[in-house]
């Protein structure tokens, strides 16, 4: 039961234009994602995150966007730059009911061409 | 600060053997995580720990233990490896539990042949 799910393993993008990776959830009581950058050998870094109260969250050129109604939410990198070259993923959790345990997605491998 | 640190970096065992995973954050958190990373797929999360002394199951515990005798040590031993637990393993560690972003350690690489 994938409880979050990214469907396209992977992207390519030129640089210099807009990165969009997507992420849908199904559980309704999640109310905290998070977006995860992962490059090879290396831990996963923070990159963004955005509370369910919220629809938006910016920094930089990242942009989250969050639509609850359709459980979605995804990563806008505005220009995408080959240094973006990574797998991302995204995590959700229930924060709310008293977890903090986050699900996370399988991961979005982006390539960023120059 | 090192931030989380584990080791061994990579390490192959046999079927049966056992080992103990590493993991030292030099952040002062009181919460912990073991995941593994199957090819392919998410993290998942084996166990968890809110405090020196205090563990508790993630998704996927069976075949682990822990212990947490310090804020900053959070071990994961396996018991009589299996192939199913070829895996790369992250530590995290995280300030606060709720609406906070956990720091993640650079993985253990293992190989169960």
């Known amino acids: 039961d994938q409880q979050v799910k990214q469907n396209s393993p992977s992207l390519s993008v030129q640089e210099g234009r807009i990165s969009i990776l997507n992420c849908d959830y199904t559980?309704?009581?999640?109310?905290?994602f998070l977006w995860y950058k992962k490059y090879p050998a290396e831990g996963p870094t923070f990159l963004i995150s955005?509370?369910?109260?919220?629809d938006k969250n910016e920094d930089g050129r990242f942009t989250v966007f969050l639509n609850k109604s359709a459980k979605h939410l995804s990563l806008h990198i505005v220009p995408s730059q080959p240094g973006d070259s990574a797998v991302y993923f995204c995590?959700?959790?229930?924060?709310?009911?008293?977890?903090?345990?986050?699900?996370f997605g399988t991961g979005t491998r982006l390539k960023v061409l120059a | 600060n090192a931030g989380v640190t584990q080791t061994p970096k990579f390490r192959i065992l046999k079927i049966g053997q056992s080992m103990t995973l590493q993991c030292t954050q030099d952040?002062?958190?009181?919460?912990m995580y073991w995941y593994r990373q199957d090819p392919g797929m998410g993290l998942k999360l084996i166990y968890y720990?809110?405090?020196?002394?205090?563990?508790d199951k993630g998704e996927v515990p069976n075949g682990y233990n822990v212990s947490r005798s310090t804020t900053e040590d959070f071990p994961l031993r396996l018991e009589l490896a299996a192939p199913s637990q070829t895996s790369v393993y992250f530590c995290?560690?995280?300030?606060?539990?709720?609406?906070?972003?956990?720091?993640f350690g650079p993985g253990t690489r293992l190989t169960v042949l």
């Open positions: 559980n309704s009581m999640f109310d905290y």
């Open positions: 995290a560690s995280s300030y606060e539990p709720t609406y906070n972003e956990q720091f």
């Open positions: 995590a959700a959790s229930a924060q709310g009911s008293g977890t903090y345990k986050y699900i």
């Open positions: 952040m002062n958190h009181n919460y």
């Open positions: 955005i509370s369910s109260i919220k």
């Open positions: 720990s809110v405090g020196a002394g205090i563990t």
